[in-house]
């Protein structure tokens, strides 16, 4: 099963992801804690400016403004 890491601050995204049988890993100092293929982040490390360095080479989704059941349909769209 394909793994989503998922940021310590959205918790109740990673509950309800993990209640739709998806398998959820932490990210600590940035970096997924085990094999993922997406990333669920807050949005709140946003570049002002746009740019942004590439730091993985997977899928990343800003949860900022999202319902978990958005986030949900996201997570689905990019694994399969």
Known sequence: ?????VE??????RQYLE??????VDIRDGQPQGAAAVIVQTGA???????????H???????DGLT????YERV?????
């Open 45 to 55: 490390d946003k570049n002002l400016m746009g740019m942004q360095d590439v730091v």
């Open 57 to 63: 080479d997977v899928p990343c989704i800003s949860a």
């Open 1 to 5: 099963m394909k793994a989503v890491a």
């Open 8 to 13: 310590p601050a959205l918790s109740h995204i």
């Open 19 to 24: 209640a739709q049988g998806l398998q959820c």
């Open 76 to 80: 689905k769209r990019v694994l399969q």
């Open 68 to 71: 978990p059941q958005e986030v």
